[in-house]
């Protein structure tokens, strides 16, 4: 939970980096359009997530970057300020069904306003979520 006794972003906020991410679907966008755009305005990062990019950014260059990929017609799935783990930590596929059971009823619970983690999911679980 955001706010309250343990600051933003909780007791384990060291852990993660803000940052501003910007989702585009890879059948739409090619990685070269959206580094030409981004390396300009701001961009720190490119990140091929599978059927994506994430485009990462200084959370001060959110704005500009936003409005260069605007100006240039590019239109992400995705804007927002998140956070992003600065390390992620494997887990085997029983720890992972927990760890998703967590966070959809934390994410359901309507005092919580946002979810950060840092689990790797094992690639028999994302095979199976596909």
């Not at 059948?27 to 390396?39: K, P, Q, R, V």
């Not at 260069?68 to 992003?84: G, V, Y």
């Not at 596929?93 to 934390?106: F, H, Y």
Request: aromatic share 6%; net charge negative; with cysteine.
């Amino acid at each position: 939970k955001s706010g309250g006794a343990m600051g933003e972003a909780g007791c384990v906020g060291w852990m993660f980096d803000k940052k501003g991410v910007f989702t585009f679907d890879k059948a739409t966008y090619t990685e070269d359009a959206l580094m030409e755009i981004g390396l300009e305005h701001g961009a720190e990062d490119i990140v091929d997530e599978g059927d994506s990019y994430e485009v990462h950014c200084a959370p001060a260059d959110f704005d500009a970057l936003r409005q260069a990929f605007e100006d240039a017609k590019l239109e992400p799935s995705d804007a927002e300020l998140s956070r992003i783990p600065q390390n992620t930590v494997p887990v085997d596929v029983e720890t992972a069904r927990k760890i998703l059971r967590l966070i959809e009823n934390l994410e359901d619970n309507e005092d919580v306003q946002q979810v950060h983690s840092n689990f790797d999911l094992p690639e028999e679980l994302l095979a199976e979520m596909e």
